[in-house]
């Protein structure tokens, strides 16, 4: 059963009745094969005008739809012989972060990701991939890993934040962050990253420190949640709207101020409709990427990369 955000009620309701149109048995002169048919025009030009105008808060919704792709799913596709790396050689295997070794397209890489979970349970498992210290503590293992044998790195975020819990504060969730941002920036191999879903604060960024970061269509990333930055300039949920217009937090609105590099394209209706369709066109999208940059020298790659981020603010204007 398809899961239908809000906004969408409209598209429900059609897809509803060609779904019941199937199940009939044609009588008389009704011709059910027509009546889908012209259901399904109407549904798929709905749906193009209802995608071609989202609102950022509709945004958010969407880049948080329980049935888009995760990193679990990206890996079974396009990564063959994957072999993860578990712990941070500290304290603990954090699931919210997940990495390992696999081939990508003819390439050995490092591959690492926040994954979410598909239902209840692996929710709670992963955390809502919400990573600890030791989940960024893994992530920097992995880069250095990718480094030390010159391997690329691919990192696909998805996460609402770091956990904010007592307990990752009290291992140094905010030191093992920036540790993991200056590691990032620090390695000599191609770092492609990919915000797939959400991009929450630094829980994000501290994976995304790419030479290229790229974003799905309809995926956000921003400081602060809507619903964080709602509770604290304005103290009320009900202004989380207002909020997520604030936050340019869209990838349209981030490549216009040049904090990323390049948007892809989902499927009509977003990434969830056609999840097969979103992973093959962003393989094409690494593919395309890591070839231009995987003959290019370290430390250029180094170079450009933290004059990059170091740049990034200088010239935006209100």
């Known amino acids: 059963m398809k899961n239908f955000l809000d906004f969408e009620k409209p598209i429900a309701e059609l897809e509803g009745k060609i779904e019941e149109l199937r199940h009939l048995s044609g009588e008389g002169d009704f011709n059910i094969a027509d009546e889908v048919s012209k259901l399904q025009d109407k549904t798929e030009k709905l749906l193009r005008q209802t995608y071609q105008k989202l609102t950022p808060w509709q945004k958010v919704q969407v880049a948080r739809h329980p049935d888009r792709p995760h990193f679990n799913d990206y890996v079974a596709a396009l990564i063959e012989d994957f072999t993860p790396v578990a712990g941070d050689r500290c304290f603990a295997d954090d699931k919210a972060i997940l990495g390992g070794m696999g081939r990508f397209r003819g390439y050995s890489c490092v591959i690492i990701g926040q994954e979410k979970g598909a239902d209840t349970g692996e929710r709670v498992a992963h955390n809502f991939g919400m990573a600890r210290p030791e989940g960024y503590r893994k992530a920097r293992r992995l880069m250095e890993l990718a480094d030390r044998f010159s391997l690329p790195v691919i990192s696909l975020v998805d996460t609402p934040g770091a956990y904010p819990g007592v307990g990752a504060e009290e291992r140094g969730q905010a030191e093992a962050i920036a540790r993991c941002i200056d590691t990032g920036l620090g390695i000599r191999v191609p770092l492609l990253s990919v915000i797939i879903g959400e ?107 933290r004059d990059k981020f170091l740049e990034m603010g200088k010239q935006v204007t209100p």
């Open 199 to 305: 991009g929450g604060s630094g829980g994000a960024i501290a994976i995304a420190t790419g030479d290229v970061v790229m974003m799905l269509e309809h995926s956000i990333y921003s400081v602060i949640s809507p619903e964080g930055c709602a509770s604290i300039l304005w103290r009320s949920a009900e202004q989380t709207q207002v909020a997520a217009e604030a936050l340019r937090l869209t990838a349209q609105d981030l490549l216009g101020l040049g904090l990323i590099d390049r948007v892809l394209p989902e499927p009509l209706g977003g990434a969830h409709r056609d999840p097969v369709e979103t992973i093959g066109r962003l393989g094409d999208a690494l593919e395309s990427e890591l070839k231009r940059l995987i003959v290019q020298d370290g430390g250029l790659l180094r170079r450009r990369r």
